[in-house]
């Protein structure tokens, strides 16, 4: 009995450290392949910044049996930096996986996208931002982790004005408000690092959350001008209304900010990367030929 205890005590002690390296094996198997064994973790605030009670960098969910890995109460949000190969320095995107604000799919919506940026030539750094039902934590996390990114960009490899961002579902909620609220930090100023603008670049934002209200673009999008350019992708069947997705591509386009919509007839919900026979699916496609155009400027 007293081994199986230790056993069992082991075996939770490995798949902790494994989430916070930001590695996982899954029957086998790594989740994310090569991605997942160069990553380099930063914690986003200072040691002690959002207090004593902050202890968690995020508890796995049991698996439901679907090979996606959700990670919960993390109280201590960091980034993990999955750098691009090669000595030049190079674009980065900063990604938001997505999970309704209690959990984050940090293999589906995460590890996985920065496989893909890497194979682009692109350095990714996938955030993981303060849940469950935190979305103003989740917010300044991310304002404070695009101002770090810029900050760090000598030595993270970065090209300064080339760091965009990349999110799904409630991810993509806070890549609309990191796009459009820019101007006003949600925390007070920390320290030289929040200084430095947190305005994305670019933005991709695929099957994003709450983007409308009340038949509206929600009032927390307030897109301008100096909004950046975005690429958004969503099915009609998906239970996250695509008029959202609508509403935003319109108040870009009369704000005359370049902008691409593509709603697809089917395809639900939370598929990231992962193919199935609806074509929208094949959205990687689509924003590798956007990316193509926002990356030569």
Sequence with gaps: MKDGFVAACCLVLTVLTCIAAGTFLYGGNSV??????????????PEGHLGDNAVSRGIPQESRGDNIIRLTDVEIPSMTIYSADGTDPHPAVLVFPGGGFSILAVDLEGTEIA???NSRG???AVLKYRVPKNREGAFADGQRAMSMLRHRASDLGIIPDKIGVI???????????LCTNFKTRAYASVDEIDSISCRPDFAMMIYPYLLDRDGNLAKDMLVTGETPPAILVQAQDDFVKAEGSIYYFLALKKSG???ELHVFPSGGHGYGLRRTEHEVTRWPEL?????????EK
């Design 32 to 45: 994310a392949g090569v991605a997942l064994e160069k990553g380099i973790v930063m914690d986003i605030w």
């Design 115 to 117: 496989e893909w940026l």
């Design 122 to 124: 692109i350095t990714a």
């Design 167 to 177: 999110g799904f579902s409630a991810g993509g909620n806070l890549v609309g408000k």
């Design 257 to 259: 900010v370049p902008a």
């Design 287 to 295: 924003c590798n030929a956007w990316l193509d155009g926002i990356l």
